[in-house]
């Protein structure tokens, strides 16, 4: 089980956690935290030593609402950051971006990934960059943009629509070349989703499974789990603990998060606990009703 990304492939026999380095004024949780290029640095240093496989940055905040940033703005905000990462860091470096120009910038910085939270739908040259420098792929699930996706949170089936449009989503991958095997999907918690929704999606990951790629999920501080807790973003992490822990059980292999160390213990330990009892896949088997 490997993921293919740009200069080689990514080992997903064991769960991979992915560090969020957030290059933003204004993101959710940590938005303005990080100042120049050298603290950036030493905050994904950090990431990387409590080990996290992977760094995903992003210049361009997708809270609900967020004010949508120019392509030269997103650029001068991250590449001095990827340019130093990816040649400092030895962990692939994947870029947050919707845009293919920004993309394409960051691919040439050496970024190994291309995160489109759009899932190939907001930049129609998106894919033809991808495919071109055979990138990695992660193709989120969202409807709308993120000032109109709230609006948008209309399911009867939230995890067979989800899975459906995800669908989709690989398809526009596949009409511009994007080989299967560069391609992770997710389900876009809190992304056109009420809180209840994300839930629903954490409890029920096998239709999206079912489409044969890997799994992401991006649980970290988010809003259903403060709907679940009561608490600010800042004191989420044991809830973000939980939903990652709870996802790899459903069959997820890969976990964005900010706050690395506690979350790759707990999936080392659960793991272990898999691997004691049989080993791995045993429990999400038998959870989607497939054993
Ligand atoms: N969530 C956020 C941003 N990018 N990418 C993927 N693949 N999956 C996610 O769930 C996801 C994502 C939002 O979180 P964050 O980066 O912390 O906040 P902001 O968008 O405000 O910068």
Not at 64 to 91: C, H, T
Not at 262 to 273: E, G, H, M, S
Request: hydrophobic share 50%; proline share 5%.
């Amino acid at each position: 089980m490997t993921w293919r990304i740009r200069g080689g492939a990514l080992s997903l026999e064991a769960p991979v956690v992915m560090g969020i380095v957030n290059l933003t004024p204004d993101s959710f949780s940590d938005g303005g935290l990080l100042g120049g290029v050298d603290a950036a640095l030493a905050h994904a240093r950090r990431l990387v030593e409590e080990g996290a496989a992977l760094l995903d940055v992003g210049g361009e905040s997708t809270r609900p609402g967020a004010r949508p940033v120019p392509a030269a703005e997103e650029r001068a905000r991250i590449l001095p950051f990827v340019r130093r990462a990816a040649s400092e860091l030895g962990v692939p470096v994947s870029v947050d971006t919707r845009k293919a120009e920004v993309a394409r910038s960051a691919l040439d910085e050496g970024a190994a990934i291309v995160n489109d939270v759009s899932g190939l739908a907001f930049d129609a040259r998106m894919g033809e960059v991808v495919a071109a420098e055979g990138a990695g792929l992660v193709l989120m699930h969202m409807r709308g943009v993120p000032a109109t996706m709230a609006e948008l949170a209309t399911y009867s089936d939230v995890a067979a629509e989800v899975a459906q449009e995800l669908g989709a989503a690989v398809d526009r991958a596949r009409r511009v070349g994007i080989s299967d095997d560069a391609v992770v999907l997710d389900p876009g918690l809190g992304f056109a989703k009420t809180a209840e929704q994300s839930l629903e999606l954490l409890a029920d990951l096998a239709p999206i499974r079912a489409l044969g790629f890997p799994v992401l999920v991006g649980p970290s501080r988010k809003s259903f789990l403060g709907s679940v807790l009561g608490v600010p973003p800042e004191r989420r992490v044991s809830g973000t603990v939980a939903a990652c822990v709870a996802a790899y059980l459903g069959g997820a292999r890969i976990f964005r998060v900010h706050d690395v160390e506690p979350v790759v213990q707990a999936l080392a330990v659960a793991r272990a606990i898999l691997q004691a009892g049989g080993g791995e896949g045993a429990v999400a088997t038998a959870r989607s009703g497939r054993a």
